[in-house]
């Protein structure tokens, strides 16, 4: 075999075509990647600059996009829950911030309170005041969380995913812990995913420019790639859930429905609350309103007020001095776990309990897990136990890779004791891009490996080779021979 240089080896890799990759990787075992949002904090390429945050800065990048300056996103509940129980002036707010989970766990923690006394007796006034205030903001959140999200991802799909994806085998697992599409649209850009069957479930539903029985084309090539959003997704839509004032329950407004929708794409208007549309938006990204869901896809009793009650709505005018549209369908809202001790799983057992029984079965045969930018905080118990759970129950035989900065806390946090039960541990003290830039550096390995399993791939290569060698002038002759 003819020395090449590295750089051409990995030259070779980075442009076989992506099934070409699948073909060579198919008998390698497969890798479980399981990312926390240190994995898609990396990306800014959104018009304002602003990277998809983490929990410390989520409010930091809520000042600096749309979110928190348009009329068009209903942020008002927020601004008067800062005002009135935390003591910040709305001219203050862009100034201010909090870990959103510590936010958002002291907002539940009131809620739980206040549904332990409404399970016992009549509240008072002053306690409903409460409960519509909490109930209120927590409701407000789940839109707010989706939009700062939709915002921050808003710009090309080119993403640290898509170079993770030229080393991936097609017997590869994806997990993930955030809510962002990001690594949804770098597998869709593979030719070797698709929405319609590629998160473990089917949807109702599909937006695609238009509502449809599931997103337009197919797979390239083949391969048994799974996205699994444990604490589900921006994309994925249901009809509106948030806290009941007179039950402090979260609730549906189709009490018992478990149909979930796909949001994928749509460049043309689509029926939203008061026909607050807005374009201009990449694939799988929405405006602050997600698409109302047409009712042909709910029984009508599900859809109709109860027997002697009827449905009174208002709004009053402060999004158009004139009459907004009055749009059909049902609202809908995000399918978002939120950052809470007690996470809400059960309200979406066909969806997020399926999701998590197909990856506690996965991880029951992985040979390999790899944690990027997940550092499991204290509000995520499920993941943990999840972890735990796969390491004790196979002592010895799951190499297992941590990559984030600061990766010794989350080793602490896991506990050297669980640890001890992997085949191997490697902690990478880093940044997902540095980790990735290591990956690189194995892809002249990776080829020469390739080259010499596989005949045809060694003679692609070395065509591509003695090409490379030839002088400006042989490969004109060449392709003058060839016309």
């Known amino acids: 075999m003819i020395s090449m240089p590295n750089g051409f080896l990995r030259f070779c890799w980075l442009n076989l075509p992506p099934y070409a990759r699948a073909k060579i990787l198919e008998n390698a075992p497969g890798t479980v990647w399981i990312f926390g949002a240190g994995a898609s904090h990396h990306y800014d390429l959104n ?31 927020l601004v008067s829950f800062l005002e009135h129980y935390r003591g910040v002036a709305p001219r203050a707010i862009p100034t201010w911030n909090e870990n959103i989970e510590d ?17 016992k007796r009549k509240l008072t006034a002053e306690e409903f005041a409460r409960v519509f205030s909490f109930g209120t903001v927590f409701n407000n ?51 070797g995913w698709s929405p319609n069957n590629g998160y473990g479930f089917r949807f109702d539903a599909a937006m695609d420019s238009t509502w449809k029985s599931k997103v337009q084309g197919s797979c390239q090539f083949k391969t048994n790639w799974k996205l699994m959003k444990l604490h589900g997704s921006t994309n994925w839509l249901v009809p509106l859930v948030g806290v009941h004032f007179q039950t402090v329950k979260f609730q549906s407004i189709v009490p018992n429905s478990e149909r979930v929708f796909l949001y994928w794409h749509s460049n043309l208007a689509y029926s939203t609350h008061k026909g607050r549309w807005r374009g201009g938006y990449a694939p799988t990204c929405y405006c602050y309103y997600p698409p109302n869901i047409p009712g042909r896809y709910f029984e009508r009793a599900e859809i109709s007020a109860p027997p002697g009650r009827v449905f009174v709505r208002f709004t009053p005018r402060i999004n158009s001095p004139f009459s907004e549209l009055d749009e059909q369908g049902v609202p809908s809202s995000p399918v978002l776990i939120t950052p809470v001790r007690q996470k809400k799983y059960d309200m979406y057992t066909s969806t997020i309990g399926s999701v998590w029984k197909q990856a506690e079965e996965r991880l029951k045969t992985a040979k390999r897990i790899v944690i990027i930018g997940y550092s499991f905080p204290p509000t995520d118990v499920r993941p943990m136990k999840l972890l735990k759970s796969a390491l004790n129950a196979r002592k010895g035989e799951i190499e297992l890779e941590i990559v984030a900065p600061g990766a010794a806390d989350i ?11 992997a085949k191997k541990l490697t902690v ?56």
């Open 47 to 77: 018009k304002f600059g602003v990277p998809v945050p983490l929990a410390g800065g989520f409010f930091e990048a809520f000042n600096r996009l749309p979110s928190s300056q348009e009329l068009n996103t209903h942020v008002g509940p």
């Open 103 to 119: 936010f958002m766990t002291s907002v539940e923690a009131e809620l739980e309170k206040l549904r332990a006394k409404r399970a």
């Open 141 to 191: 959140m789940n839109f707010i969380f989706a939009n700062v999200l939709n915002e921050a991802q808003n710009g090309a799909s080119t993403s640290l995913y898509h170079q993770l994806l030229n080393l991936c085998a097609p017997n590869d697992t994806f997990m993930t812990f955030n809510w962002d599409t990001l690594l949804d649209r770098a597998l869709a850009d593979s030719g």
């Open 411 to 421: 080793v602490s946090r896991i506990g050297e004791k669980i640890l001890a039960k």
């Open 428 to 483: 990478h003290n880093m940044k997902f891009e540095d980790y990735l830039a290591g990956l690189y550096d194995g892809l002249p390995e990776l080829m020469k490996r390739a080259s010499a399993e596989d005949g045809d791939v060694r003679d692609w290569m070395l065509r591509l080779y003695a090409l490379n060698q030839m002088s400006t002038e042989q490969r004109a002759r060449l392709h003058e021979n060839e016309d």
